[in-house]
C-alpha cells in the first residue's frame, strides 16, 4: 500500500478532529430554579430597566440586539409563541394551510389549530424555535398548549395533547433551548420531565396553584402571572409554594407588581 505524504496524514487528523458527528449535541439547557424572579412582557415598547434575571417576550416582535443587550445585563430571555394557535399577524401566517385552523381561541385574528396535523406542523413550529435559537434567546415559552380542554373545532383527546407537547419540547431541546410548559395542569404529572419550568396564568384566581408543585418538587420554577385579584389575596400562597408570581394587566405591558 503506498503511504499519504505526511503533510495530507496530518491534514485527515485534522479534519476528523474539527468534524461533528451524529453523536454531537447542544450544550446543557438553562434550568431556571423555583422562586427565580421574572419580567412578562409580550406588548408596547420593551422596558429593559426592570432588574429581574429572567426577561420572557415576543419572539417575533424582538431582534437579536434586544437580546443580546439584556444578555449583557445579566438576563436569561425567553421567546414567547403561539404554538396551539394561528395568528394572523405574524409572517408566517400564510403558510398554515386552511385545513389545520379551527375555530377562534377569544383573541382577535387567533384561532387553534388542529395539533393531531403534526405532518404540517412540526416544520412550521421547528421554523420557529429555529428563530428563537437565532436570535439567541435561552428558552422558549410555547403558548395555546391545552387545546383538547377547549373548543377548537376538531376532537381532540388527552393523547393528542401529550403528542403534541411533547414534540414541542423536543423541537426545543434539540436547538438547546430550555422550555416551558403552558398552563396544561391536568397533564402535569405525565409533563414535567419533559419540560424545563411551567408558566401558568392565573391559579390562583381558580384555585389551582397546588396542582404546580411538581415542577418545584423537580427544582423547576413555575413563572405566575395574575390578572384579576390583588397581590394580597395569592402572594403569601405563592411564596409557601415557591412561585415566581406576578400581577399583570390583560395586554402584559411593562407594567407589573411581583410578590
Same mark, same amino acid.
Given at each position: 500500500?503506498?503511504?499519504?505524504?505526511?503533510?495530507?496524514?496530518?491534514?485527515?487528523?485534522?479534519?476528523?478532529?474539527?468534524?461533528?458527528?451524529?453523536?454531537?449535541?447542544?450544550?446543557?439547557?438553562?434550568?431556571?430554579?423555583?422562586?427565580?424572579?421574572?419580567?412578562?412582557?409580550?406588548?408596547?415598547?420593551?422596558?429593559?430597566?426592570?432588574?429581574?434575571?429572567?426577561?420572557?417576550?415576543?419572539?417575533?416582535?424582538?431582534?437579536?440586539?434586544?437580546?443580546?443587550?439584556?444578555?449583557?445585563?445579566?438576563?436569561?430571555?425567553?421567546?414567547?409563541?403561539?404554538?396551539?394557535?394561528?395568528?394572523?399577524?405574524?409572517?408566517?401566517?400564510?403558510?398554515?394551510?386552511?385545513?389545520?385552523?379551527?375555530? $377562534?381561541?377569544?383573541?382577535?385574528?387567533?384561532?387553534?389549530? %388542529?395539533?393531531? @396535523?403534526?405532518?404540517?406542523?412540526? #416544520? /412550521? &413550529? +421547528? *421554523?420557529?424555535?429555529?428563530?428563537?435559537?437565532?436570535? $439567541?434567546?435561552?428558552?422558549?415559552?410555547?403558548?395555546?398548549? %391545552?387545546?383538547? @380542554?377547549?373548543?377548537?373545532?376538531? #376532537? /381532540? &383527546? +388527552? *393523547?393528542?395533547?401529550?403528542?403534541?407537547?411533547?414534540?414541542?419540547?423536543?423541537?426545543?431541546?434539540?436547538?438547546?433551548?430550555?422550555?416551558?410548559?403552558?398552563?396544561?395542569?391536568?397533564?402535569?404529572?405525565?409533563?414535567?420531565?419533559?419540560?424545563?419550568?411551567?408558566?401558568?396564568?392565573?391559579?390562583?384566581?381558580?384555585?389551582?396553584?397546588?396542582?404546580?408543585?411538581?415542577?418545584?418538587?423537580?427544582?423547576?420554577?413555575?413563572?405566575?402571572?395574575?390578572?384579576?385579584?390583588?397581590?394580597?389575596?395569592?402572594?403569601?400562597?405563592?411564596?409557601?409554594?415557591?412561585?415566581?408570581?406576578?400581577?399583570?394587566?390583560?395586554?402584559?405591558?411593562?407594567?407589573?407588581?411581583?410578590?
Amino acid at each position: 500500500m503506498r503511504r499519504l505524504p505526511l503533510l495530507v496524514a496530518l491534514l485527515l487528523v485534522l479534519l476528523a478532529g474539527c468534524t461533528r458527528t451524529s453523536d454531537d449535541k447542544p450544550g446543557p439547557r438553562w434550568q431556571p430554579r423555583p422562586g427565580t424572579a421574572w419580567q412578562w412582557q409580550l406588548s408596547g415598547r420593551l422596558d429593559t430597566s426592570v432588574d429581574v434575571p429572567v426577561y420572557d417576550i415576543d419572539g417575533f416582535d424582538h431582534s437579536e440586539d434586544t437580546v443580546a443587550g439584556l444578555h449583557d445585563d445579566g438576563r436569561k430571555v425567553i421567546c414567547y409563541l403561539s404554538t396551539g394557535a394561528w395568528e394572523e399577524f405574524r409572517p408566517d401566517a400564510g403558510k398554515f394551510p386552511k385545513a389545520v385552523l379551527g375555530r $377562534g381561541n377569544g383573541w382577535k385574528g387567533e384561532r387553534w389549530l %388542529d395539533i393531531r @396535523r403534526t405532518d404540517v406542523l412540526e #416544520p /412550521l &413550529m +421547528a *421554523a420557529r424555535i429555529d428563530m428563537c435559537r437565532d436570535k $439567541g434567546f435561552d428558552a422558549v415559552e410555547p403558548d395555546n398548549m %391545552d387545546g383538547y @380542554r377547549n373548543e377548537t373545532g376538531f #376532537p /381532540l &383527546m +388527552a *393523547a393528542d395533547q401529550l403528542r403534541y407537547n411533547r414534540l414541542i419540547a423536543r423541537l426545543a431541546h434539540d436547538r438547546g433551548l430550555a422550555v416551558g410548559l403552558k398552563n396544561d395542569l391536568d397533564q402535569i404529572p405525565e409533563l414535567v420531565g419533559d419540560f424545563d419550568f411551567a408558566v401558568n396564568e392565573q391559579c390562583a384566581q381558580y384555585g389551582e396553584c397546588t396542582a404546580l408543585k411538581p415542577f418545584v418538587a423537580a427544582g423547576k420554577a413555575v413563572f405566575h402571572a395574575e390578572y384579576e385579584i390583588p397581590t394580597g389575596r395569592f402572594c403569601a400562597d405563592s411564596r409557601r409554594l415557591k412561585l415566581s408570581s406576578l400581577l399583570k394587566k390583560y395586554e402584559l405591558g411593562a407594567w407589573r407588581r411581583a410578590c
